[in-house]
């Protein structure tokens, strides 16, 4: 795993990667850039300086020396950044003596963890930065927002590089030194899906079927139809989603929606199919024709929990989720109605990686579905929005 590139000014290639699992090492061969093939069998440089899952290696070569970042401690609390060098690109490799270059191990109390994962980066002005990766938790050992990316600068003190002059990363850095900024366009809090497609800030789950998704079917409103895969099958649902960025969210959606027997629509928080949360309008109780009702349901571990369902008396509700560092709760709204509340659930476990083993965190969006033996919904929704507190 984590393959990486280094180009010789000669026309040379290193392929290097990680190799043995927890107690393995960084290994190297020569690529053959014209036909993508391997010169010879990966070879051992490097097994770091004694932490486990050595990893993420990047190669460089700064005059006549090769530097070789590595990450070691695996990639939760214990992570750091180690570096070694030497005057050939097989080694052997010397380990800086300041090693590990970065990690906030020895700070537990410190609102970044599990710093590793580097790559250096250097800017036209011939400044040093170093791209890195971590966590922000919301308990002491939990995180649930997923890996984050950070900067900080590098500088090359006695022949080594030096992350942040010793220092732990903070969240607000100084940006002295980058070149002036290019922002990719953020959207607004509010999607009322008026472009032709839907915009970069939603992602999928695995591979959709883009006939599920319309902004073109109903123009101002987004269209779902809904698939008989659920939030519990490793699949693509009908689900649309967003990273939950911050601790802090108040989440909101208008449906317009007349369900049938067996088609459910909403709002759902995603960790994966055995963690996940839904705030959804289906039809009321069997026998009674017409009937709207919506659900609170949460699924922690594989177990399913039915916290409290509510009728409606129209097709159009307002659906909204409102989470911080603990827990969300959950709310239905309709015309002429005060808003309800329908539960809290926690945080806690539910979506952290220490629980679920997924990287990325929770997701927050919206999902239809049907069961089999039901027909597909169609599901419009006339406005997302989706505010960082």
């Known amino acids: 795993m984590d393959p990486s590139l280094f180009f010789e000014a000669d026309g040379r290639a290193y392929y290097t990667r990680h190799d043995g699992g927890r107690r393995g090492a960084i290994v190297q061969a020569e690529l053959d850039v014209k036909t993508g093939r391997l010169l010879s069998d990966p070879q051992r440089i490097w097994a770091g300086t004694g932490g486990i899952w ?31 060098r030497a005057d050939s690109p097989w080694g052997s490799f010397e380990p800086a003596p300041s090693n590990p270059l970065l990690s906030h191990r020895p700070l537990p109390e410190h609102p970044i963890q599990a710093t590793g994962h580097a790559d250096f980066v250097d800017t036209p002005d011939g400044k040093w930065w170093a791209v890195l990766l971590g966590v922000r938790p919301s308990r002491e050992r939990e995180h649930h927002l997923g890996r984050e990316t950070f900067l900080a ?3 090359w003190e006695n022949g080594w590089p030096v992350i942040n002059h010793g220092q732990p990363i903070e969240l607000k850095m100084s940006r002295q030194g980058l070149p002036a900024p ?19 800030s939603w992602i999928f789950v695995r591979n959709p079927l883009q006939s599920n998704y319309s902004t073109q079917a109903h123009p101002g409103h987004l269209r779902l139809r809904s698939s008989s895969v659920s939030m519990d099958e490793v699949g693509s649902p009908t689900a649309v989603l967003q990273p939950q960025s911050s601790f802090d969210i108040d989440m909101s959606a208008q449906l317009n929606f007349v369900p049938q027997p067996g088609q459910r629509a909403g709002l759902v928080i995603r960790g994966n199919e055995r963690n996940h949360y839904q705030l959804v309008v289906e039809a009321g ?9 919506v659900l609170l349901e949460t699924t922690r571990f594989g177990v399913k929990k039915m916290v409290k369902r509510i009728r409606v008396k129209t097709s159009h509700v307002v659906l909204r989720i409102v989470g911080d560092r603990d827990k969300y709760q959950f709310y239905a709204e309709t015309p002429g109605r005060a808003r309800r509340l329908l539960g809290t659930a926690t945080t806690a476990g539910t979506f952290a990686y220490e629980q679920t083993q997924s990287f990325t965190g929770a997701y927050v969006g919206l999902y239809a579905h ?10 419009d929704i006339s406005w997302f929005e989706l505010r960082n507190l």
């Open 153 to 155: 600068p590098v500088t």
């Open 370 to 379: 049907h069961q089999e033996a039901s027909q597909p919904a169609v599901v």
């Open 54 to 84: 050595p990893e993420g290696p990047h190669l460089y070569k700064l005059d006549r020396t090769y530097y070789l970042l590595i990450s070691e401690g695996g990639t939760s609390f214990e992570h750091s950044v180690t570096v070694a």
């Open 182 to 200: 290019a922002p990719w366009p953020l959207p607004g809090a509010r999607d009322e899906f008026t472009g032709q497609k839907l915009g970069n």
């Open 285 to 293: 109780r069997p026998g009674r024709a017409g009937e709207i009702s």
